[in-house]
């Protein structure tokens, strides 16, 4: 049985091959059906991630259903592990999971249910991963000698983790940008840091990070919106500075006049909007992956 959890489960070959099939999906080159059963279950907030699941879902043809946390019975005390419990019980095939808690996988080893993981706290993204790999991958066609500069908030950012971990793997050069305290000095062994002007000016990668104030320790705010913007954001001038051939990328939400500035978000080199779209033929990638492997399973029983 097939889970789709950390990028780290991955050789780059297979990662690629999961690019070249959302660019297949993307492109018209195939097609995937599938009528099983996904439950879509995000304990945080999320935009982009949940309905490009749900759109990717809705295209692929399977049965669909949402796990309202609001009124469901995580209210009265039930954990993690007993709500997806009660989903395999019901019939779902595939549970799609934003959690909080950076290792929820854990949790779930003992169960008979296929897990996608659509975030998990500070620890990986790796839906979000697979579609920023396949942005970069359309606009260089490789990553062997490539800049990539990660900048703003990495230290609370589970996209950057996973980021930083791939990129770095295929080949391509990272650099770390942002507030000292926003960065962890073990992922130095990823990247090079260096200050916002030059990784701008050096990259061919520009990829912005929101703040992650949601995740910051009592509320910690050490900078007002303005200030941040100067010091450490995607200004109109750095922009000026960037290679004619780079782009500039975003996980989005994106605070606008924050890390990057507003008129730059629809900007002649920003990817952010493509990075959107590629996102759902990226999880129509994951869901024919994770599904293709419970039906060899199947189908190499005897019974």
Do not use: C
């Not at 297979?14 to 279950?41: C, I, P, Q, W, Y």
């Not at 066609?141 to 295929?170: C, E, H, P, T």
């Not at 200050?195 to 320790?217: F, G, I, N, W, Y």
């Amino acid at each position: 049985m097939r889970h789709f959890l950390t990028v780290e489960q991955f050789t780059n070959e297979e990662f690629m091959m999961l690019v070249k099939r959302a660019s297949d999906f993307k492109h018209g080159r195939d097609t995937f059906r599938s009528d099983r059963t996904v439950v879509n279950m995000f304990f945080e907030n999320s935009t982009r991630t949940k309905m490009s699941f749900e759109m990717a879902e809705h295209k692929i043809g399977m049965h669909q259903m949402n796990f309202d946390v609001t009124t469901s019975s995580v209210n009265k005390g039930e954990s993690l592990y007993d709500s997806v419990l009660t989903m395999q019980a019901i019939g779902a095939d595939v549970v799609v999971i934003r959690h909080p808690d950076a290792n929820y996988p854990d949790q779930l080893v003992n169960l008979d249910v296929q897990v996608v993981n659509a975030g998990s706290g500070t620890g990986q993204h790796p839906s979000q991963s697979l579609l920023d790999i396949m942005t970069i991958y359309e606009e260089f066609g490789d990553f062997r000698g490539l800049k990539v500069a990660i900048i703003g908030d990495i230290l609370y950012s589970r996209v950057a983790v996973s980021n930083m971990m791939m990129l770095n793997q295929l080949g391509a050069e990272v650099i770390f940008a942002g507030p000292d305290q926003y960065f962890d000095k073990r992922d130095e062994k990823y990247g090079e840091w260096m200050s916002v002007d030059d990784a701008v000016k050096t990259a061919d990668v520009v990829m912005m990070l929101r703040v992650q104030l949601e995740r910051h320790p009592n509320g910690d705010k050490p900078f007002e919106k303005d200030e941040y913007h100067r010091l450490y954001g995607l200004t109109r001038e750095r922009y000026l500075t960037m290679k004619d051939t780079a782009i500039i990328m975003h996980p989005a939400p994106v605070n606008r006049d924050v890390e990057i500035a507003d008129e730059l978000v629809e900007s002649e080199k920003s990817r952010i909007v493509q990075q959107m779209s590629n996102g759902v033929y990226a999880r129509i990638a994951i869901l024919e992956w994770v599904l293709k492997g419970r039906y060899d399973e199947l189908s190499s029983q005897k019974w």
